[in-house]
């Protein structure tokens, strides 16, 4: 079941207003566009712009392998980020807060937040979202229309979801809407002048040549279409009132293949590395931290 303060916050993600419940569906007073309710999760998106938007339907079809994305998140890399980057979130003052997680598939963070605030995961995947514990409230969303009003969250934080974004302009403005005026924010995304750049050119120039089903199966995880972090349209959103401070990590990033899923050396080498300037410089991933000047 839907929870009260839950649909509090739900508001129309196109025009933000107000919604009604009829029958099994949402419906806005405004735009008239009607979003289902799924178990105990808010679908809230328009299908027909899905439709149209073939990127994004990609994403939501791609992530439905559930064993395949499991498979990919435990591997010794990604866990060694993940423990970099919990203990970066956790460095944050976060008690009693309202915390939104952006683009959370089977959020890693999620159930150690909710115990001391109020966490609202959402994702483009349901089937994804479903398997986040119950402490959390749960919304299918897109990151580019985000269902909630102006100045709803504390703390917001996103990992390796901008660069999945087709409008990644767009979707940093809806953070800056729906952040209080005093809110932090925590992104974790991969940076271009690395390692990141071989990757990027080579698994286009294989989509190309062999076809995305090939680098499918090679990389035992989706290969949408994806683009770097826009710095500029980041600056251009937050820099009048937040101080942006970026901290580089994981100079060597491994291929996302399963050959390497035992080189389980990698992670202890970039934690070496990562203290001397000139490798860290070309660290993989940018932990980037959004805090108010005033």
């Not at 739900?10 to 419906?27: A, G, I, R």
């Not at 392998?65 to 435990?74: E, G």
């Not at 402490?135 to 504390?154: Q, R, T």
């Not at 974790?188 to 190309?208: A, D, H, M, Q």
Request: proline share 5%.
């Amino acid at each position: 079941m839907l929870s009260e303060k839950q649909f509090e916050i739900l508001v129309c993600p196109f025009d933000q207003s107000e919604l009604t419940f009829e029958q099994t569906n949402f419906v806005c007073q405004r735009c008239k566009r009607e979003f289902r309710l799924s178990g105990r999760i808010p679908i809230m998106l328009d299908p027909r712009l899905i439709q149209e938007e073939s990127r994004k339907k990609e994403e939501m079809e791609i992530f439905d392998n559930l064993s395949s994305y499991q498979d990919f998140m435990n591997r010794a890399y990604l866990k060694a980020l993940k423990e970099d980057t919990l203990n970066s979130i956790l460095s944050f003052d976060l008690q009693d807060k309202d915390i939104l997680e952006i683009g959370a598939g089977i959020s890693l963070f999620a159930e150690k937040l909710s115990e001391k605030n109020r966490v609202i995961l959402t994702d483009i995947n349901e089937t994804l979202l479903n398997q986040n514990p119950k402490s959390c409230d749960l919304v299918v969303a897109d990151a580019e229309n985000l269902p909630f009003p102006e100045k709803s969250f504390d703390f917001i934080y996103l990992i390796g979801i901008l660069h999945h974004l087709p409008d990644q302009s767009k979707g940093l403005k809806e953070i800056r809407r729906v952040l209080k005026e005093d809110g932090k924010v925590f992104i974790s995304e991969p940076t271009k002048w690395s390692v990141n750049l071989i990757y990027y050119l080579g698994r286009k120039l294989l989509i190309f040549l062999l076809g995305k089903d090939f680098v499918k199966r090679l990389v035992g995880c989706g290969t949408p279409d994806e683009a770097f972090l826009n710095s500029k349209e980041l600056k251009r959103t937050f820099s009048a009132e937040f101080q942006i401070k970026i901290r580089k990590i994981s100079p060597i990033r491994l291929l996302p293949i399963r050959f390497f899923d035992n080189l389980s050396f990698i992670p202890k080498l970039n934690h070496h590395l990562e203290k001397l300037p000139l490798f860290r410089n070309f660290g993989a991933i940018a932990q980037i931290t959004l805090l108010p000047k005033r």
